[in-house]
Each structure stands twice: as structure tokens, then as C-alpha cells.
């Protein structure tokens, strides 16, 4: 049932190839003998905001993890940017590696480092820069992420929670990726601070043609920037949609997530 409603409908849940970024197919992913994916389908538009949601415990992070090739599947196949994952000559992986960027949860920077040279440190490892044109790319990435020019020569434990994820997100943004990764990325923060990183990650979307594909529980996230939604749940992506169809779906854990007081309150500051 993975990338349609439980009806059957199929309506904007099978995109064609053209518009694939990131296919999934039959993914099987365990640790021991906890099977956490079990014939896992999923498909990423290019230039969407994805949402993913599903309960404590049923992979949204592996999943992920597994994409971008920090978790080894068990089972089935992962093609990005129309090349699958494990059948690339080392160079060919490498130069997908520098289309993706990742924001992992609290921003995970070097706490040793200040920020420019955390968010150097793509380019480091990935291209061979001299110094000075490094710095320069490394300011306008914290200037792009609404990051004031100051912040360059901060340490991490010098920013606020919310100026950390900005940074973490400048980082991501540092070899100008074609998909973005966030983790839980306005985890933490307080409701002014996740609103105005919610409109960041929209407008960064529109103006760069980024896909972004977002783990959250944050149903303000949801309703404000995700074009559709992909919900985990028995070991599979039961259905991915726009919002407004995951409100119709009768399965008992989407009407309680989207029909509760949080969903209800959302949608209404989206009205």
C-alpha cells in the first residue's frame, strides 16, 4: 500500500521517473533481529518539501540514515539522481555525496571549530579551494541561513539553540546540494524561533530549487512549507499526500494525529 491512500487512490502519490529525485524500492532495513523496514517504497518529486512523520520507533531517522548511506540495507534499492545506491565506482559516489547536504538533529557541529569553519568543512574534504575563496562561500552560506556576519568567528556553545541550527543548515547548504536532509530540524526550539526557521527552509526551497526531504513531529512544519507528507508505520510508508488528503484517510493513526488539539490548532493558523 506504500505511496498511495488506503483507499487505493493513487492520485499524486506516483510521480513519474521525470520527476523522481529519490526512488526507494522493496528497502528491508534491521539491526539483529529487530527488522525496522519490511518492502519499503518511497519516492521524492524533485524541488518538493517532503515531510516525514510515523510514531516513536518506526524508522523515520533510519530511513534517512539509510538514503544517504550512513545505515547499509538489509534488502531492496535506493536510486538518487537515477543512479542506485551501492552501484557507483567510488568517484561516481562522491560526486552524489556532494549533491546532498544534511542538517542532523541540534545542528551537530564541530564543538572545537567556529562556525565558518564548520561550514568549511565540505569543502575541505570535497574540493580543493584556496583559503580566501573558502571564506568567502562560507560567509555568504551564513548570510543566506539569516545568520549575522559576526557568527563566522563564534564557537557553537557561543550560539542559541535556534542560531546553532541555522549554522548546521549553513553546513549543509556548503557544496550548493540539490537535496537537503533535516532531522528534527525545529526540535528544541521555542514557537517564534520554529516559525521563522519553517519560512527559511520554504523560502531557501523556492529560491534554490532545493528538494528537502524532513523528518519532523512539528504538525506547525507540516502545514506550513511540506507539499506532501509520507507517513511510517508497520514497517512501511503507508501513504504519501498533501495534508489535505492525509485529513480524509480513515486509518486509525492518521485521524488521531491530524484530528487531535495540536492538528487542529495548525491548521487553524494556516486559515
Same mark, same amino acid.
Given at each position: ?75 531492496? @534499492? ?56 573558502? !571564506? ?13 556576519? !559576526? ?34 530540524? @525545529? ?18 526551497? !523556492? ?10 513531529? !512539528? ?15 508497520? &514497517? ?27 492538528? &487542529? ?7
Amino acid at each position: 500500500m506504500s505511496e498511495t491512500t488506503m483507499t487505493g487512490s493513487a492520485a499524486s502519490a506516483s510521480p513519474s521517473d521525470e520527476d523522481a529525485i529519490i526512488r526507494v524500492r522493496g528497502l528491508t532495513t534491521r539491526f539483529g533481529p529487530q527488522v525496522v523496514h519490511d518492502g519499503l517504497d518511497l519516492t521524492v518529486r524533485k524541488g518538493e518539501v517532503l515531510g516525514v512523520v510515523g510514531g516513536s520507533g518506526t524508522g523515520k531517522s533510519v530511513l534517512m540514515r539509510t538514503i544517504i548511506g550512513l545505515n547499509q540495507a538489509a534488502a531492496g @534499492t535506493i536510486a538518487v539522481f537515477g543512479q542506485v545506491r551501492g552501484k557507483l565506482e567510488p568517484a561516481g559516489g562522491r560526486a552524489r555525496e556532494q549533491r546532498g547536504g544534511v542538517l542532523l538533529q541540534g545542528g551537530a557541529l564541530f564543538s572545537s571549530r567556529p562556525v565558518a569553519e564548520n561550514v568549511q568543512a565540505p569543502m575541505r574534504e570535497h574540493a580543493d579551494l584556496p583559503r580566501a575563496l573558502m !571564506d568567502e562561500l562560507a560567509g555568504l552560506k551564513i548570510a543566506i541561513v539569516g545568520l549575522p556576519h !559576526d557568527a563566522c568567528a563564534k564557537f557553537p556553545s557561543e550560539l542559541s539553540g535556534g542560531m546553532r541550527k541555522r549554522a548546521g543548515l549553513a553546513r549543509a547548504l556548503a557544496l550548493d546540494p540539490e537535496i537537503v536532509f533535516l532531522d528534527e530540524p @525545529t526540535a528544541g526550539l521555542d514557537p517564534v524561533g520554529a516559525a521563522a526557521f519553517d519560512i527559511l527552509i520554504r523560502e531557501l526551497s !523556492d529560491t534554490l530549487g532545493l528538494t528537502v526531504v524532513m523528518i519532523t513531529h !512539528d504538525l506547525d512544519s507540516l502545514y506550513a512549507i511540506c507539499d506532501r507528507v509520507a507517513v511510517l508505520a508497520e &514497517r512501511k510508508v503507508l501513504t504519501v499526500a498533501p495534508i489535505a488528503e492525509l485529513e480524509r484517510n480513515p486509518h486509525p493513526w492518521l485521524q488521531s494525529y491530524f484530528h487531535g488539539p495540536r492538528a &487542529r490548532a495548525a491548521r487553524q493558523a494556516r486559515q
